[in-house]
């Protein structure tokens, strides 16, 4: 399925106002249709991946439902990794206390056996 560019420039308006919708409502700043990057460089996010438009090439344009398809599943993919990236931290900082704990006591333990 092809789409011409007067469906792309229909789905471009619409994407845009959602996009600008989200990002009034978020309070977040999020330039629309920015490439994936920002102007500061940085890691890929889910909503860059789904955000991202593709410009359309003459009458042979590109097919959006199977780019809306592939940058959902990256994107859903992104989100996964993040999310496993965040609990591995979690799990570190508990390790991390714990094992501060542990010196603590050990120290403790120490200092009470010379007395």
Do not use: N
Not at 43 to 59: A, E, I, N
């Amino acid at each position: 399925m092809e789409v011409g560019f007067g469906a792309i420039s229909a789905l471009w308006e619409s994407h845009e106002k959602s996009v600008r919708h989200r990002h009034e409502s978020s309070g977040q700043e999020r330039p629309c249709g920015t490439p994936y990057r920002s102007v500061a460089g940085g890691r890929l996010r889910p909503w860059q991946v789904r955000d991202r438009l593709f410009t359309p090439r003459g009458r042979h344009g590109v097919d959006a439902a199977e780019v809306r398809a592939f940058l959902d599943r990256v994107a859903d993919d992104l989100a996964a990794c993040y999310a496993e990236v965040a609990a591995t931290h979690e799990r570190a900082d508990r390790i991390r206390d714990a094992l501060r704990e542990w010196q603590s006591e050990q120290a403790r333990r120490a200092l009470a056996s010379i007395r």
